[in-house]
């Protein structure tokens, strides 16, 4: 039979076995009632010491207090011939786990979200503006506004994951050949190794815009390879995927600070600075909407920025109730 250590046993107890691991366990548990004698032993003790984890600061007298409080109950009734033997084995136990717990807490105090996506899925989210955040592995996550996804990167799991029901974020991920980054956005699937992209999920329609390395989105079965310069729409409903080059650069506004035109139509430039302001900006007259315009606005005051396009093109800019209107 296979040869169990306490580290299989703890990957057991964190529920990160596979079902092969999870059966070998079972089995060794059941093999031998010595064996399931050290489990149980080993599972008090790692419930038991998970309690300082859970403490925002460590009161050390009250949880030594609390373990021998605990030891107590747990070996009441036992033979005293038994009981030496029991105290030794679980204070050895309770040594090397409190003191890992202890150590992991500490450490765990300078890890980004306190080290929790080791052990469960942490939900990340922006409001009325766009942050940065890093990520337990060293990815970094720039979420647009009104963006909300949850990650986890368990301990011993082979995978990096992120669900993303809606809005829009820049990934720049930190390379893991051994544990690949998935992105799971409803019916879309975006798995990479390392590098960096833009995903934005709204409506039906996920996009996928790669800028550094490559990245593989898939749905339904259907697979697609996206290099550098490489963009992605792809249809919740209908499963179809279009690959394409981006347009333009305006869809990491809200990363670089910048939106960043290069001759391209005035109405392509409006169309972002309404999702980015929540406004409602109108161009009225109909031959201005293919206008090229060249510049680069600051993503702060949306008025100063409506000044600089009036200027930039020689036009006239107005507004009617909560409408901006462009002429």
Do not use: C
Request: hydrophobic letters at 35%; aromatic letters at 8%.
């Amino acid at each position: 039979m296979e040869t169990i250590n306490e580290e299989k046993l703890i990957k057991y107890l964190l529920q990160e076995s596979d079902i092969e691991e999870s059966k070998a366990v079972q089995e060794w548990i059941e093999s031998d009632p010595q064996n399931k004698k050290q489990f149980e032993e080993i599972k008090w003790v790692w419930n038991s010491g998970k309690l300082l984890l859970e403490k925002s600061d460590v009161d050390e007298n009250e949880a030594w207090g609390k373990f021998i409080k605990l030891r107590d109950e747990k070996t009441t009734g036992t033979p005293k011939q038994n009981q030496r033997f029991l105290y030794g084995s679980l204070f050895r136990y309770a040594a090397a786990i409190t003191l890992l717990l202890v150590s992991a807490w500490v450490y765990s105090i300078f890890l980004p979200q306190s080290g929790r996506a080791y052990f469960s899925s942490i939900e990340l989210q922006s409001e009325n503006l766009p942050i940065e955040i890093p990520l337990l592995d060293g990815t970094r996550v720039t979420l647009n506004k009104n963006t909300s996804l949850y990650y986890s990167q368990k301990l011993f799991g082979k995978e990096r994951k992120v669900r993303m029901e809606g809005g829009e974020a820049f990934f720049d991920v930190k390379r893991n050949e051994q544990k690949p980054f998935i992105i799971q956005a409803e019916k879309v699937q975006i798995t990479v190794l390392g590098t960096s992209f833009h995903v934005k999920n709204a409506g039906n329609i996920t996009e996928v815009i790669v800028i550094t390395g490559s990245v593989q989105v898939e749905i339904n079965g259907n697979k697609e390879l996206l290099m550098p310069d490489e963009k992605l729409s792809v249809n919740q409903q209908t499963g179809v995927m279009e690959k394409s080059s981006p347009e333009n650069t305006l869809y990491d506004y809200y990363v670089s600070k910048k939106f960043q035109a290069n001759r391209i139509p005035l109405q392509d430039l409006v169309a972002i600075l309404n999702e980015a302001y929540d406004a409602d900006i109108v161009i009225e007259r109909e031959e201005l909407k293919d206008l090229p315009i060249t510049t680069t606005l600051e993503y702060k005051s949306l008025s100063k920025n409506l000044d600089v396009i009036r200027e930039t093109l020689n036009l006239k800019i107005s507004q009617r109730d909560q409408t901006i209107i462009i002429e």
